[in-house]
């Protein structure tokens, strides 16, 4: 049966042409005086790598996170040994005394999502915001001893943004005071719920809360699902896996139903909201303030982790591109002809330094998105201010709802707009990484295409990124409003579009290609004058708002970009950046920073000409000559700058992206020796209804 | 051990909550007047939909192409099972006598790569077009009736792109008559080569020709690599299957290597150039000029292949975003509150109906190149044209080598653009469709994704769509040179130069928004303004070819993109057209045409202006106004224009895209009965060793 599974001696003793990918990388890095580890440090800081080393050694001493196969296996196979990783794990965990932070770092080097992830992620969370000290007791207590596995279970199968929609019912009885909690039709079944389909016993279920017929939105319950011990589905509940996805097939995500389940009034989640059992009146939250909190830091952490995210393709397409060659430069002379590295030709340049840049620029920002944060949840706490539900700010509420503290809306507004911008650009640019390594990219073995098809989703969930932007510009119009009511400016946003009101009579006049702080200018500046645009849209030519979300998408693009913008400036000229970057490495940053912003420019140059931001000839040289330039400048410099992300190979799990250029070897050895379909032999005549030697499938029986 | 897997009766009492998607698209459709029969005739001809309902009914009788466990199956399956559909495939052609359009149809309906498919496509094709008689006897012969099963391995693992730098050898023994086939390096391995991993036993091996120590350049040698009988390599041969891919996984692409592998005289596939075994020498094919034929042909192919590529993600996006609904219209008034269609928000429309219209653009000029291509071919024969070797122009060869005959030259510069343009547009706009779909759409259920996965390598092969866009600008460069020396327009590109040439110093003023010939007049505008742009870069300013590849790239997408117009106007304005469709229908395809111009326009706004060809303010205004218009004209006939491009639901695969809007229900259907990981039952506590009750998991033993 055995076909072509080992190698012969001859195949073995095969070495890849000259040079070697080995000696191109170590050539390239002799090449750059990048300080690596420097550069490291201050991205992540030492702390974190040191922690980063520690988790790392201890997961390569345990078999079952070895990876060598898991780009062979099917979806059941996948999620049975996610669940086994998952366990494992959280053994790990127990043993070493592990720390959020520490467990985080062990997670993303496993880099698939586990089945326990959204118990931990999300259930826990749940239970620790909203749940009583009772209910603390009751459930937190065995969730955190994972005898209680629990998920987040608030999407439908009919409804996802709209949280306000929801189906399912949690009716309450007077008579026992109990609710009923209800799935009334197909589309009201739970639907994406992570750790449902296969784990989870127990769920927190979003619910319409019903009191004497009357709904009051909804609301969490928590519901046991399946029996602790046998692990069954309890009577009226039924739940299962939802199937296969374009990626994230080692989670199980779940559907869920209820067929007039009862629980009890201690299970509704009742720190903000609940039933006042004598008088069977509903009990409103102390504060009809919206919770940015939650939601917001979702999102931040979103905005923090896509510099990595893409940082991970970026690194595997710079290492392979360096080490592939590909044809003559046509130009060379005679005596130079020798195949060229690819990453030396100029449209690989274009589709891949630009992007390089960006991880640095989206790093950056999310940086300064969770310092935002954290500054924003102490003002928070000692205001103490109160918190109430969150679901609605997924999607697209009224206008009004908005009207909660400016800082609040600041943080808010700058989240949604940045989650969006963000997570688009890090799955845009996943993609172009893999497209731009050509035919290897498209192999599994490339590393790139599942980590884009399992962080894909990120640009759905936590608020859709298309749904989002209208956040972004409500935002922005009330801001705008505020100004024009002469109002002082108070935040950023509003400095920026006062400044825009006083000089549009005057114009502007930003030298982009010789003043940074007038690139960032430049972005503000289109960014305020689409805000009045579309303000005029809205308030004085009436237009629905419907009519206008193509604009409030450009819009919350155009503002985003100026934030990120902003922060890769700060960021460079901040006195820390100066302290831990000797001069030509922080040199190097700045450079980074002009392609990002003046490539991004141009890509959206019509909005520079059209805002005058800028003019048509500026835009001509930053195309021609200022980014091709930086290409030019920037290229020696591509492994050091990707070494600096500091991705061990374990991790990437890539051929093409090995820190010692071994591509084709790797390549070649996956495909020879761990690929499970070159060890059978096939029966190729179409007359035969033998497919395998030697091996029966009943699926396929008596169907030849 | 059996879980969930099957509902119980009052879960299979539910129904989607009202209204039903079956209600809705059966309103839909009554609320447009589009004539679909008619237009799926024009589109496809009557001839060829018969051909289909036939075919469609013979695989339907079939039990291996039962569709319902496509997405569950891993790797291994997949292969093997489409192994079984090869064979069912071959039967049934056999059977039935089907022509080669109708394996064609088959193929398209069963819309998986089946490991014929290169034997068939390219090892068939290569030995009629490059044998001599007595090798069709030896070779052909025995392929054809599938008792030699091949393949076409050019393709190696350090060279794609540059075909003339394969490293595979085939060194010709004067002593024993006999070439010596050999792989020197790891990387001159064999890879990615359809049909070979596990089911060819014959090969059409690219290599390089040496006669006393010279390099006389790739050609093509038939190998035998796998015993007839026994299907065992043969000795000195290693060959396999290559990994699990991004996509295409039910094709095993393969890699081969030779240890000095000796092959007769008349394996040397010969009809163009041979070894003469008396003289030693090498005969040279009888004229120099390149091929374009058949590459010609298969990007050509490509090129009509888009629209229908795309039209199926779009088919799938708007059923499902018709019956989808979430959120109020905020501006609608009290009485109308109920859930709006997704369809009906403009941030939807935006992204879907220029895509909409996009289908037909491409299928419009997919029609046109084939003509092209055809009317190319009857002058060729005419004209008895000789053909050689063809390996070069995958790839970016010298300049000089492009001085075929002009009409040659124009036919190769058209379908490498359009093939560049149009395949990245339909792998682009796939994924555009499936993210409209929002958590849904990342459903394995949804139908886009596979196939996006599976088409994605369509951007590589057959000239990587980057690279080509430098034959185009080889093209139109060598075109303007013509122009400029005085030399009559003679074809359309040089009749757009030379117009341009001549209006330089007047300007243009096109009226984009009153007349439709003056959009087509404004893209070939900007096509020749850019033209002579890199012409002055390369041939006054003498700037290297590499520092000027993103122009180029550029460049080809804007010549592309104005034959796309073109072909598009051309068709709405024929004479067949207006015969066929009647005049409501025929209006509809003129709004289409608008959209597509004027959104792609807008989109590449800032071409538009540099070239001069639009003014700011009738950009503004396409934006505003033009572009929002057609969509809202266009909306109310969206279901009835993907009805016409005629998927049965059978080929579809889709829960989302269902033609009877049972979305919800099939959703559910597939996630609760046919899912595997539904019929076993997990442990899910940490400390439990145990994964699935009752089964065993030998790679997993012992790990946790």
Same mark, same amino acid.
């Given at each position: ?148 596995? +629990? ?91 939802? +199937? ?178 963000? %997570? ?219 070494? %600096? ?11 093409? +992206?090995?820190?010692? +250029? ?43």
């Amino acid at each position: 049966m055995a076909d072509e599974s080992s190698p012969p001696d001859w195949v073995r003793a095969l070495k890849p042409a000259g040079p070697q990918g080995s000696e191109i990388l170590k050539q390239e890095r002799a090449a750059s005086n990048v300080n690596v580890d420097q550069l490291t440090s201050f991205l992540f800081g030492k702390e974190a790598l040191d922690r980063k080393r520690d988790v790392l050694k201890i997961l390569q001493g345990e078999p079952i996170f070895e990876k060598s196969q898991d780009y062979f296996e099917g979806r059941f196979e996948k999620f049975e040994r996610a669940l086994g990783r998952a366990k494992k794990l959280r053994q790990l965990t127990v043993k070493h005394n592990w720390s959020q932070e520490e467990s985080r770092v062990a997670n993303d080097l496993i880099s698939e999502p586990l089945p326990y992830g959204l118990h931990e992620g999300m259930y826990l969370k749940t239970l620790r915001d909203q749940g009583t000290p009772e209910q603390h007791e009751k459930f937190l207590k065995p969730a955190e001893a994972y005898q209680h596995i +629990g998920c987040y279970a608030q999407t439908e199968l009919g409804h996802g943004s709209n949280v306000r929609g929801l189906e399912t019912l949690a009716i309450w009885n007077k008579e026992d005071q109990t609710f009923t909690i209800h799935s009334p039709h197909l589309t009201s079944s739970k639907w994406w719920i992570g750790s449902l389909g296969k784990t989870a016993n127990h769920a927190s279920v979003m619910a319409q809360l019903i009191i004497d017929g009357k709904p009051y939105g909804p609301h969490p319950f928590v519901v046991q699902i399946r029996d602790l011990k046998t692990h069954k589905l309890l009577p009226n509940v039924y739940a299962g896996d939802i +199937g296969p996805k374009f990626g994230y097939n080692t989670m199980d995500n779940g559907f869920l139903l209820f067929n007039k389940v009862k629980i009890p009034h201690g299970n509704m989640l009742a720190r903000y909201s609940a039933v006042d059992p004598k008088t069977n009146k509903y009990i409103k939250p102390s504060s009809p303030t919206l919770v940015y909190g939650t939601l917001t830091w979702v999102r931040s952490t979103i905005v923090l982790q896509s510099g990595s995210v893409l940082a991970r393709g970026v690194t595997i397409a710079t290492r392979y591109l360096a080490v592939r060659r590909q044809f003559q430069d046509r130009d060379a002379p005679e005596w130079q002809k020798g195949e060229n590295q690819t990453l030396n030709y100029t449209m690989v340049q274009i589709r891949l330094l630009p992007l390089l840049a960006t991880c640095f620029a989206l790093h950056y920002t999310g940086k300064g998105m969770m310092a935002l944060y954290e500054a924003n949840q102490k003002k928070m706490s000692a205001s103490k201010r109160s918190v109430g539900q969150e679901q609605t700010i997924r999607g697209a509420g009224p206008e009004e709802t908005q009207s909660g503290s400016d800082l609040l809306a600041d943080l808010h507004g700058t989240s949604c707009g940045l989650k969006s911008l963000c %997570s688009h650009t890090a799955v845009e640019g996943l993609e172009m990484c893999r497209r731009a390594m050509g035919g290897h990219g498209y192999s599994a073995f490339s590393g790139v295409g599942h980590w884009f098809l399992d962080y894909a989703p990120t640009a759905t969930w936590e608020g859709d990124n298309y749904m989002l932007t209208q956040q972004v510009a409500r935002y922005l119009l009330k801001s705008a409003r505020t100004v024009l009511k002469g109002n002082e400016p108070n935040n950023d946003t509003t400095e920026i579009l006062a400044y825009y009101l006083k000089r549009q009579d005057v114009g502007a006049a930003f030298d982009i290609l010789g003043k940074d702080e007038d690139i960032v200018a430049a972005y503000a500046w289109r960014s305020a004058y689409f805000t009045f645009e579309a303000l005029k849209q809205r308030d004085e030519l009436k237009q629905s708002w419907n009519s206008l979300l193509v604009q409030f998408w450009k819009l919350s693009r155009a503002h985003s970009q100026y934030l990120v913008v902003k922060n890769f400036y700060e960021t460079i000229h901040s006195n820390e950046i100066s302290q831990e970057l000797d001069p030509e490495t922080l040199a190097l940053q700045h450079k980074l920073f002009r392609l990002y912003s003046l490539y991004t420019l141009e890509s959206e140059s019509s909005e520079f000409f059209t805002s005058s931001a800028c003019t048509v000839a500026q835009i001509r040289l930053a195309r021609t000559r200022a980014v091709m330039q930086l290409l030019e400048e920037i290229r020696p410099h591509a492994i050091r700058l990707v070494d %600096s992300w500091d991705f061990p190979d374990w991790q990437l799990n890539s051929s093409l +992206g090995r820190y010692d +250029g071994k591509v084709y070897e790797d390549m070649f050895y996956r495909a020879s020796e761990l690929n499970p379909l070159n060890k059978v032999m096939a029966d190729p005549y179409p007359d035969s209804a033998v497919l395998f030697k030697g091996r029966e499938n009943p699926q396929l029986k008596g169907k030849l």
